[in-house]
């Protein structure tokens, strides 16, 4: 290595510039210290690594998150209650991610659902009050208030509300056929 460093300082006139990493390293960490303080202030949403944490379960990003709650509402039975630790995990997500999060739990929540969505006829969330009414909820909104997902992901505006469904009825269908003309 000496060696190679001499030929190095030759070539190069004998004058080598110093490194300042010093300086950099401090820079960088008062830059991590706001940002921390930053985070900290974000109601426990986000952890250090740009994740976030609802309930006991730790997600690294927006997708990692959706792709879980995507898997429970398409593998859950419907109208059947979730398990507790999954109570808890949703629980989080509504309080930490929906705007409108105390009116839609009431007076308190007793169980979470997947359930047919009456007018979108798509699987969905529902929260079971304590007095035994329901309400649906987007898991895709919460997520999205709690780390913006990406913009292949987003709710598509020109929708407007009708999503879902089984693609029955939407089309003329296949029809007779002209005999092959």
């Not at 190095?8 to 008062?30: C, F, I, L, M, Q």
């Not at 006991?56 to 792709?67: A, C, I, L, N, R």
């Not at 109570?87 to 409108?100: A, F, Q, T, Y």
């Not at 929260?127 to 208030?145: A, N, P």
């Amino acid at each position: 290595m000496e060696v190679d460093q001499k030929q190095v300082d030759s070539e190069n006139g004998g004058s080598k510039r110093s490194r300042d990493e010093p300086e950099e390293v401090v820079e960088k960490r008062a830059k991590l210290g706001d940002e921390k303080s930053v985070e900290d202030n974000n109601d426990g949403k986000m952890d250090e690594s740009g994740g976030a944490v609802i309930g006991p379960k730790k997600f690294g990003s927006s997708v990692e998150m959706f792709d879980y709650f995507f898997k429970i509402i398409h593998s859950w039975p419907t109208n059947l209650n979730l398990n507790k630790y999954e109570h808890i995990v949703l629980l989080e997500l509504l309080k930490k991610g929906h705007l409108e999060a105390e009116r839609k739990m009431g007076k308190g929540v007793k169980s979470f659902q997947v359930r047919f969505h009456p007018q979108y006829k798509s699987r969905c969330f529902f929260l079971v009050r304590d007095d035994e009414s329901i309400e649906d909820f987007s898991f895709r909104k919460c997520v999205d208030h709690i780390l913006p997902l990406p913009e292949n992901m987003q709710l598509n505006k020109s929708f407007h509300g009708k999503g879902g469904g089984r693609g029955r009825g939407r089309g003329r269908g296949r029809g007779r056929g002209r005999g092959g003309k």
